[in-house]
């Protein structure tokens, strides 16, 4: 079991947006701005799309957001494409004894 | 160009070791946190280890602890993960990592990965 909880699944139509959330606890998610968030298209490495809660790195789309609020961090995904399709997985530093932890994923389905 | 290349995964069996590789390019591999984080088949990501710039200080998860251990050569821009004691969970396609600027806490850069697979 994973330490932050991630939906399972999240799907939208082209244009839609959607949102995913991440809930972790005052150790992780809740206690820290070390929040971030990555992208699994199918068969490729993750690539990071957000980093201390909700920043962008250079090159990621600005239709991609993200906020936390208590233990729950989210990222929301503004007019979907088909490119989008992926799985999305949020990560927190962790107070605990391995100080890095991943939710368990999210399946990002284009409709 | 910036890149990262894993290598070293096999088969190997329950209680055998392995020795994997992560040769880097394109940027000034000494000055980066570099990253372990491994992926089982059909599984969400795991973070397994950590290692500073200099390679003084590592940090491991729990499930690791003891039996890898991370280090790197900064003469040959290549990162290392050993380990020792495998079980059949520790199979997973391990990812190298760069971290994003100065912050341990941002894989901003990965390789395609090396698959591990321990079983009889």
């Known amino acids: 079991q994973s330490a932050l909880t991630q939906p399972a699944s999240v799907s939208g139509s082209p244009g839609q947006s959607i949102t995913i959330s991440c809930t972790g606890t005052?150790?992780?998610?809740?206690?820290?701005?070390?929040v971030s968030w990555y992208q699994q298209q199918p068969g490729k490495a993750p690539k990071l799309m957000i980093y201390?809660?909700?920043n962008r790195p250079p090159g990621v789309s600005n239709r991609f957001s993200a906020s936390k609020s208590v233990n729950t961090a989210s990222l929301t995904i503004s007019g979907l494409q088909a490119e989008d399709e992926a799985d999305y997985y949020c990560s927190s530093y962790t107070s605990s004894s391995t100080p890095w932890v991943f939710g368990g994923g999210t399946k990002l389905t284009v409709l | 160009e910036m890149q990262v290349l894993e290598s070293g995964g096999g088969l190997v069996q329950p209680g055998g070791s392995l020795r994997l590789s992560c040769a880097a390019s394109?940027?000034?591999?000494?000055?980066?946190?570099m990253s372990w984080v491994r992926q089982a088949p059909g599984k969400g990501l795991e973070w397994v280890s950590s290692?500073?710039?200099?390679?003084?200080?590592?940090h491991y998860a729990d499930s690791v602890m003891s039996r890898f251990t991370i280090s790197r050569d900064n003469s040959k821009n290549t990162l290392y993960l050993q380990m020792n004691s495998l079980r059949a969970e520790d199979t997973a396609v391990y990812y190298c990592?760069?971290?994003?600027?100065?912050?341990?806490?941002?894989?901003?850069?990965w390789g395609q990965g090396t698959l591990v697979t321990v079983s009889s």
């Open positions: 394109g940027f000034s591999f000494s000055s980066y946190v």
């Open positions: 005052t150790s992780d998610v809740g206690g820290y701005k070390y």
């Open positions: 201390d809660v909700s």
């Open positions: 990592a760069k971290a994003l600027g100065s912050d341990w806490s941002y894989f901003g850069y």
């Open positions: 290692l500073s710039g200099s390679g003084a200080i590592t």
